[in-house]
């Protein structure tokens, strides 16, 4: 079974939710996420592919976030892993630099009033907004306490981001795409507009690749997969739900199945704040649980991971947490 993996965009609790569906994917199948033939993430959902293509496991994630501590375990970089962000790099800190007054995009902004009907709302919005003060380095950091330098080592990883000028997706890491460090394209992607800086890449800016779709699942249409699993902690929110289906019919059009997993319930309140994220992949992982189960024969084919990908082991030495990261990475590229 060839398998799509997509991870929308959710702000930090979107992000939240991610790990926790993840999780409950991952136990319920044996199916390893970071194994997909094709990842794609947007904004929130493109930290957690990154991270998944790196080879961490999402029941990592949710017990690093927790706050546990495994001794003797360095990340990419040979730093120690506890020493590593846990609200999955959702550090705000003012971005040091002028600000210019005004629109950040005047070039989209003019064009989305010459055309509005080939502009997303968001898109609108997105070019009048002043410019952002948040800078993304924490964003970066992260990144690079499992990828240092380049891209990952994952054959198909995109992190979808939009051209701030022209308000057009690019899905980085897709050969069509400029050629982009793995944390920059990250840091795009996750760029809010008015509220994060835009990132600058190949000299043009991008921001949050939720301005053109919320999902972009719609990027892997034409690689013959048999499989596309949605992740989208967003649906419920006006519009997107819509949107996304869309995209899934047209995956459908050309015999590929679908899986939509979203949100039982929206997710309500501060999507940027650190607060419920614990709660969040709790919720998370037993409401996709339950509709995994729900889902039995559609994804009954999914390849079996890799153990240490898939669930905790239950006794573990400092020695093998170490090895972890490149023992999954060895068992995928096997």
Not at 5 to 28: F, K, M, Q, R, S
Request: with cysteine; glycine share 12%; charged share 25%.
């Amino acid at each position: 079974m060839r398998v799509g993996l997509v991870l929308g965009a959710g702000g930090v609790l979107g992000g939240a939710w991610h790990v926790g569906a993840l999780d409950a994917i991952a136990a319920e199948t044996g199916w390893d996420p970071g194994s997909a033939d094709h990842l794609v993430g947007t904004s929130a959902g493109s930290m957690i592919a990154a991270l998944l293509a790196a080879g961490v496991p999402p029941w990592f994630m949710r017990a690093h976030s927790a706050g546990e501590t495994f001794e003797g375990l360095l990340d990419a970089e040979g730093n120690p892993a506890h020493e590593a962000d846990r609200s999955g790099g959702a550090v705000f800190r003012p971005h040091i630099g002028l600000t210019r007054p005004g629109p950040a995009s005047w070039s989209l902004a003019l064009r989305t009033l010459r055309d509005p009907l080939r502009h997303t709302p968001t898109a609108f919005a997105a070019g009048w907004l002043p410019e952002g003060i948040i800078s993304t380095e924490p964003l970066k950091r992260q990144v690079r306490r499992v990828v240092p330098r380049g891209w990952s080592a994952h054959p198909a990883l995109w992190i979808v981001a939009c051209d701030y000028a022209t308000g057009r997706r690019v899905a980085f890491g897709r050969d069509d795409a400029p050629p982009a460090e793995l944390a920059d394209a990250v840091a795009a992607s996750c760029a809010i507009p008015g509220f994060y800086r835009a990132v600058r890449i190949g000299g043009r800016r991008y921001v949050d690749g939720g301005v053109y779709s919320i999902s972009n699942a719609d990027v892997l249409r034409g690689r013959d997969l048999d499989l596309v699993i949605v992740c989208n902690p967003m649906s419920g929110r006006p519009g997107v739900a819509k949107r996304l289906r869309r995209e899934a019919e047209r995956l459908l059009s050309e015999g590929t199945d679908v899986v939509l997993l979203e949100p039982r319930r929206p997710l309500g309140g501060n999507l940027m704040s650190r607060a419920r994220r614990n709660a969040v992949m709790a919720q998370a992982f037993d409401e996709v649980a339950e509709a995994v189960r729900a889902r039995r024969a559609q994804l009954a084919g999914l390849p079996q991971g890799e153990p240490v990908a898939v669930r905790r082991p239950a006794d573990a030495t400092p020695e093998v947490w170490m090895r972890l990261r490149e023992d999954v990475l060895a068992a995928r590229a096997a």
